[in-house]
C-alpha cells in the first residue's frame, strides 16, 4: 500500500490550518468537530483531539482543517503531531469515519427557492469555500433570509463576515431575487 501523503495548506484565519490527504476521508461532504466530546463517532477525531493543540476540527472529503488554541502560537508543534495522527489512521485501513454522514444541521429544502439556494451553496460556493479548509452549510430560509453555519476555518476566520456579506450574500441575491440578506447561526 502507497504511503498516504498529507501536505499543509494555509488558509485566510490564521487559526486554521488544512492538511490535503491523498486518500479519500470522508464520502459525505464535511463534519464539523467543535470539541472532544463530539469526535465519539470518528476515531480520527477523536484521536486528533488527543493532541494538546487542537481546539476543533473539520474532516473533508480529503482534508482535515484544524483550528489550533492558545497553547500552540505558532504551527510548528502542531503540524507533526496531525500529520502523524492522519497517516497512522488512515494506514491502518480504517473505514471511513461514521460521523461522515450527512450534517444534522442541514434542513432539507422545503420548497423551490430552498432548493435553488442548497442547488447554488453545494456548485459553486461551498467547493470555494472548502479550498480554503472551510464550510457552509444550509440551516433554513425564512422571510428572504438564508441562514448558514460557518464551519472549519471559516468559523473563527477575521475574513468570514466579508466572505458572507460580500461574497455569499452578493451571489445568492444575483441569482434567487427572493434572497434578501444572508446571517451567520
Not at 134 to 162: R, T, W, Y
Request: with cysteine; aromatic share 6%.
Amino acid at each position: 500500500m502507497e504511503k498516504v501523503q498529507v501536505t499543509t495548506e494555509f488558509t485566510p484565519n490564521p487559526d486554521s490550518l488544512k492538511f490535503n490527504v491523498s486518500a479519500p476521508i470522508c464520502a459525505h461532504g464535511t463534519v464539523h468537530f467543535a470539541s472532544a466530546a463530539e469526535a465519539g463517532k470518528s476515531p480520527l477525531a477523536a484521536e486528533l483531539f488527543k493532541i494538546k493543540y487542537v481546539k476543533e476540527l473539520m474532516i473533508g472529503p480529503d482534508h482535515v482543517t484544524v483550528i489550533r488554541n492558545e497553547k500552540a502560537s505558532t504551527w510548528a508543534p502542531v503540524i507533526p503531531l496531525v500529520t502523524e495522527v492522519i497517516r497512522s489512521h488512515m494506514a491502518c485501513g480504517r473505514p471511513n469515519p461514521e460521523a461522515c454522514e450527512k450534517c444534522a444541521d442541514v434542513e432539507d429544502p422545503q420548497n423551490e427557492v430552498e432548493r435553488k439556494i442548497v442547488r447554488i451553496l453545494e456548485e459553486q460556493i461551498r467547493p470555494a469555500l472548502a479550498r480554503d479548509g472551510g464550510d457552509a452549510v444550509f440551516c433554513g430560509f425564512e422571510n428572504g433570509i438564508v441562514k448558514l453555519h460557518l464551519k472549519g476555518a471559516c468559523s473563527g476566520c477575521p475574513s468570514a463576515q466579508m466572505t458572507l456579506k460580500h461574497g455569499i450574500e452578493s451571489y445568492l441575491k444575483e441569482y434567487i431575487p427572493e434572497v434578501k440578506e444572508v446571517v451567520r447561526v
